[in-house]
């Protein structure tokens, strides 16, 4: 069954970008709802308990249509979640490594990846993901509603922001745009760059 990991580093070592309160509330909370209910789901399926999250989300067809629904909302909340921790840090800067030169290569320089996530995470209705993914053999950025995962698409995550307002309506309220700004200053690219070589050596 699912457990819910520790984040690796404090609840408060985000700020000023992500408060602490909205850390222990979305980890504690939300995402360990998300765990929790998705254990429910596969409880009466032990085949299904022995793949991981990432396995049941690549295959849902595949998953009894009774739980299908389930495993894809409350497993993705959980392989979401768990991507964004992971490619979080605090004031690290962009290096320049191989995910960044992808970057550049296939949006045209840094500040357009920039601004096409910006506005991808912006213009999200409602709740959702927006994401940077490896398509085949090419970065995309594109946004999923609810808890939709990238693996249901065959496209593997790379970088991911939560636009829930769970994740960040105490400190900014409705000015999400602000919060996008923020992300950026906290963004792990070392992460994101062993997410992007293993992707690489899958294709």
Excluded at 28 to 51: E, M, P, R, S
Excluded at 122 to 144: E, P, R
Excluded at 145 to 161: A, E, H, K
Aim: net charge neutral; glycine share 4%.
């Amino acid at each position: 069954m699912f457990t819910l990991a520790k984040l690796p580093y404090a609840y408060n070592s985000l700020e000023p970008y992500i408060d602490e309160q909205t850390m222990i509330t979305h980890h504690d909370k939300h995402h360990q709802g998300y765990v929790d209910n998705l254990n429910k789901a596969i409880a009466g399926y032990q085949d299904l308990q022995d793949k991981t999250v990432e396995q049941l989300l690549s295959d849902l067809d595949k998953l009894p249509v009774e739980i299908r629904t389930l495993v894809k909302n409350h497993g993705g909340g959980h392989a979401n979640h768990s991507l964004f921790w992971s490619i979080l840090t605090k004031n690290q800067g962009v290096p320049d490594n191989q995910v960044t030169k992808a970057i550049i290569s296939d949006f045209g320089s840094f500040d357009k990846f920039k601004d096409v996530f910006s506005t991808t995470a912006a213009s999200v209705f409602g709740s959702g993901w927006a994401w940077l993914v490896l398509k085949k053999d090419k970065l995309a950025v594109y946004q999923t509603s609810n808890q939709d995962s990238p693996l249901s698409q065959g496209d593997i995550p790379l970088l991911t922001l939560d636009v829930w307002e769970h994740a960040y309506y105490l400190k900014y309220q409705n000015k999400r745009v602000d919060y996008i700004n923020a992300f950026f200053n906290i963004i792990n690219w070392q992460q994101v760059n062993q997410l992007f070589l293993a992707a690489k050596a899958k294709t």
